[in-house]
């Protein structure tokens, strides 16, 4: 069994700055690739930022030079670090994650729950 729990949302101004944690708990043999990826009301659901097991990172276009993914190996955790943020930020932002659970068996998709983010004009 696996878990991946958010934390860190809420509501801030235009122009301020949020901290997205997810930790992960449980079977975990290697954590691969871990991201973010966010869903509006009326939107299809979009990646944010992915961040692979070694470091490599990819942005969306729409937050690139605003937004920071990174990770902590040893917590089993991945950051969000949201900086300038803009009205069309808000969403409820899910982490994801392909976990491995012992040498043999194949990575599968984890989600979080999700964690609301609401940035006001």
């Known amino acids: 069994q696996v878990q991946l729990v958010e934390s860190g949302g809420g509501l801030v101004q235009a122009g301020g700055s949020l901290r997205l944690s997810c930790a992960a708990s449980?079977?975990?043999?290697?954590?691969?690739?871990m991201g973010w990826y966010r869903q509006a009301p009326g939107n299809q659901r979009e990646l944010v930022a992915l961040?692979?097991?070694?470091?490599?990172?990819n942005y969306a276009d729409s937050v690139k030079g605003r937004f920071t993914v990174s990770r902590d190996n040893i917590k089993n955790t991945v950051y969000l670090q949201m900086n300038t943020l803009k009205p069309e930020d808000t969403a409820v932002y899910y982490c994801?994650?392909?976990?491995?659970?012992?040498?043999?068996?194949?990575?599968?998709?984890?989600w979080g729950k999700g964690t609301l983010v609401t940035v006001s004009s």
């Open positions: 449980g079977s975990i043999f290697r954590l691969n690739d």
């Open positions: 961040i692979t097991s070694t470091g490599s990172t």
């Open positions: 994801n994650a392909e976990v491995e659970t012992s040498w043999v068996t194949r990575g599968i998709i984890y």
